[in-house]
């Protein structure tokens, strides 16, 4: 395992300050009512970014 | 192990012809969408996904926000978007099991186009099986989302069985974790994968078990995806038109203070585990385990030549037969061409089939066996649960026939002659053809147009009592997706058993009626809108209501001109239920301000209630009275079926959209829910025979020609036959709430 040495490229890390703030975001809007905002930003944040930061180098 | 040594190249994906396959499979779901909702729970998931409310536990948080983001696309109608969102999930799969056969036949095909054929062959086969083909066309449940997630983690667990240890190796067993987790708020069946997941690990590296921090990130992965279900308890308190189970301690509005509490906990597991199902213990089987066995067979037999009306029942047990033969072939071909992934893959298809079938426990089915009676049975056919189970083991159809044509295509000459020998691969599409009719939801506006229907029987700001899932569920989506009749109050008595429902009714606002849109018999007259709750109750009192109240001898109920003889002996249970206290408590409040009716599809209830003398027939529902009734005039009392309004009924019966949509069809598949159309054949034919009773021949002759139109559609003309010529069998079936302590049946 090179866990010490390996550094993460930008897509990973956008991917990984994204998710979070998105799901944030999501259920801060969800929690004042909201229907459109909410479902779309919860949407991209479990489905979308948070695999991708997962998964990204 | 494997007989041909497949190079990295070989190996390497086709990630772009499995997608155009996956668009050629979305093209056929697209041809054959359903444009609107359908019976059973479609309507009530497409209600939840528009109005980002909750469905029936566990509550489904990661279907409704992706429904809701599929109903925000730009065309079509609401339906057909969430529809789509069903056909795009199928599409995907179809796509992923494409990739598996590929790599599969890349260990043992040399030849590439006939690596690819096969490969196509399994993402059709997959996808034209009944189950999965009919599931994928109109948003019934959440199943094909599921399918999708069943795939993706497959496709995952067989890339990491191939990748060697390392980072990359460790991060698709996170992610995997991870979308297991996901996969499971849009509903349980996201663990099935779990086993076989596990078994590839344990096989393939069992060093990793050992691995404390790898473990430890894909648990914490684990728990990161299912942290959607917090979704349910903000959502729920701002009571959403569907909040079923209310899984929030917040009465009136979310606060900070009620969604962290005890209640809010409680609610929300108590969703989480479906524990108003009362599932019995797995030990406590609900039918013969070989029963259980032979409803997964039933439902195989399906799936390669759907026959709804038995008329092909030897093609069709050949068929099955054949697959299931092919699909053995295709088993064993995995085992020893790629041993690798069929460490995933063979416990999986065990897992979707046979652990499933013995998890599930299921009654006999609703069309199982027809020839045992005296047995319970499920209300509807659950052929959907094993839809997994269908799905890949197409995928080892398609192995199997590819092995097939390799056995004809090295016998066929000295070289293999693949291309001559091609046509044995007729038998992979037999399940396009042979299912596309039944399969098919194109043109489906029925259970639209019923609901439609059935609310336009019911007069302005009118309360219905409703018994089950088709006379509500496709009312919810009526009123609240397309807003037909919202003004109509629905009350269904199986989630009145339970204590949000009700609660649920008396927050529910009235709405204006709206004249324009309601039937030209209501135009023209003052409605006064009703200013007060359908229940005089307060919430405490509505919460103080048991279960079920001891009493086993006749009480008298007294309103109005009303005097009925409520004899427990009657009721389902022995007893009065909530439910039977809260309708009464409602005819009581409403008798005179607001109309009260009972649907047709649950008419025994008022019988059982003592209600018979005083309910009339007015199209698909019967009201009731405030006093006896008496036949003259526009009442004509038809044998055998009680008081029927004649010219209210007539006038109705013109506006009806659903006859004509059901003759358009010229079928009706599933067969547990044929008493829709039976109620409409039943509809006209007291209708003619009240026209005959009051001399108008012609009349009777062309309601009657109506009513046989609609059972000759739907294939029911057999129903209508011999001495109860108007006696269908009810068709609102539905999973009853069995968590409250409801007494032993009499």
């Known amino acids: 395992m090179s866990r010490s040495t390996h550094v993460a490229g930008p897509r990973a890390i956008a991917a990984r300050v994204a998710a979070p703030t998105l799901i944030a975001i999501g259920y801060a809007d969800l929690a004042r009512g909201g229907t459109l905002l909410a479902p779309l930003a919860l949407v991209i944040g479990y489905v979308v970014l948070v695999p991708l930061a997962m998964f990204a180098d | ?746």
């Open chain 2, 1 to 746: 192990m494997m007989t041909t040594s497949a190079t990295a190249a070989e190996l390497r994906p086709s990630y772009r012809a499995a997608g155009l396959t996956a668009l050629g499979v979305l093209a056929l779901y697209v041809a054959t969408l359903a444009p609107s909702t359908a019976m059973w729970d479609a309507s009530e998931y497409i209600t939840a996904a528009y109005t980002l409310g909750i469905p029936h536990p566990p509550g489904n948080p990661l279907f409704v926000l992706l429904g809701r983001v599929a109903s925000l696309l730009p065309f079509g109608g609401v339906a057909y978007r969430v529809n789509l969102l069903a056909a795009a999930c199928s599409a995907l799969a179809a796509g992923i099991w494409f990739l598996v056969a590929e790599r599969v036949l890349a260990q043992w095909i040399t030849v590439h186009w006939v690596r690819r054929t096969g490969s196509v062959l399994a993402a059709v086969l997959s996808a034209t099986a009944f189950t999965v083909w009919n599931q994928s066309v109109v948003n019934e449940k959440v199943y094909t989302v599921s399918l999708a997630f069943f795939a993706v983690v497959s496709w995952l667990t067989v890339l990491w069985c191939d990748e060697p240890d390392g980072r990359r190796a460790d991060r698709i067993l996170v992610l995997v974790a991870y979308l297991i987790g996901l996969g499971y708020t849009n509903h349980p069946a996201g663990f099935l994968v779990g086993p076989a997941v596990a078994t590839a690990v344990l096989v393939r590296r069992p060093r990793t078990l050992l691995r404390w921090r790898l473990i430890a990130s894909a648990v914490l992965a684990l728990g990161l995806g299912l942290t959607p279900f917090a979704f349910e308890p903000i959502r729920a308190a701002h009571h959403p038109a569907l909040n079923e189970g209310e899984p929030t301690g917040c009465s009136d509005r979310i606060a900070v203070a009620c969604t962290f509490s005890d209640t809010t906990v409680r609610r929300l597991m108590a969703n989480v585990n479906r524990e108003q199902y009362g599932k019995p213990n797995l030990s406590d089987r609900q039918a013969p385990f070989s029963a259980q066995l032979g409803m997964w067979w039933w439902y195989f037999k399906w799936q390669w030549l759907r026959d709804p009306h038995g008329l092909q029942g030897a093609l069709q047990g050949a068929l099955a037969a054949l697959f299931l033969a092919l699909g053995i072939a295709g088993g064993v071909v995995h085992w020893r061409r790629d041993r690798a992934s069929f460490w995933f893959f063979g416990p999986l298809v065990f897992t979707v089939t046979f652990a499933l079938v013995y998890y599930m426990n299921f009654k006999y089915g609703a069309s199982q066996s027809p020839e045992v009676v005296g047995v319970e049975r499920e209300v509807r056919d659950r052929d959907y649960f094993y839809l997994w189970s269908f799905s890949a083991w197409s995928v080892w159809a398609a192995l199997g026939l590819v092995a097939v044509w390799r056995i004809l295509a090295e016998r066929a000459g000295r070289t293999p002659r693949w291309l001559a020998t091609a046509p044995v691969l007729v038998f992979g599409l037999l399940p396009l053809v042979g299912n596309w009719r039944a399969a098919s939801r194109a043109g489906e506006w029925a259970t639209r147009e019923w609901a439609r229907d059935v609310l336009n029987s019911v007069e302005p700001y009118g309360i219905l009592i409703t018994g089950g899932d088709n006379d509500t569920f496709p009312l919810w989506y009526a009123q609240e997706v397309e807003g037909v009749r919202r003004d109509v109050t629905v009350a269904v008595t199986s989630l009145l058993n339970t204590d949000w429902y009700a609660r649920g009714l008396l927050r529910r606002p009235i709405y204006r009626y709206d004249e324009r849109e309601g039937p030209h018999i209501y135009r023209g007259r003052s409605w006064p809108m009703p200013t007060r709750p359908v229940m005089s109750l307060t919430r405490a009192q509505l919460d103080a209501i048991p279960d079920y109240v001891e009493l086993r001898e006749p009480q008298l109920f007294e309103q109005g001109g009303i005097r009925a003889i409520v004899d427990p002996r009657r009721l389902e249970f022995g007893v009065p239920l909530r439910s039977d206290i809260l309708v009464l408590q409602m005819l009581k409040d409403n008798l005179g301000v607001r109309p009260f009716y009972i649907s047709r599809t649950t008419a025994s209830y008022a019988e059982s209630l003592g209600l018979a003398p005083y309910v009339l027939v007015q199209g698909l529902v019967t009201r009731v009275s405030p006093a006896a009734l008496v036949a003259g005039g526009d009442t004509v009392a038809v044998p055998g079926l009680g008081f029927l309004d004649v010219p209210r009924t007539a006038a109705l019966w013109r506006e009806y959209r659903a006859p004509a949509a059901i003759i358009r069809r010229g079928d009706w598949v599933d067969r547990p829910s044929a008493g829709i159309p039976a109620l409409y054949t039943t509809t006209a034919l007291m209708l003619a025979q009240a026209a005959d009773l009051q001399g108008r021949t012609a009349e009777a002759e062309k309601m009657r020609q109506q009513g046989i139109d609609v059972a000759e559609a739907a294939h029911i003309t057999e129903w209508f036959v011999g001495p109860a010529t108007t006696a269908p069998p009810p068709a609102t079936g539905s999973d009853a709430p069995r968590g409250s302590a409801l007494p032993a049946r009499p």
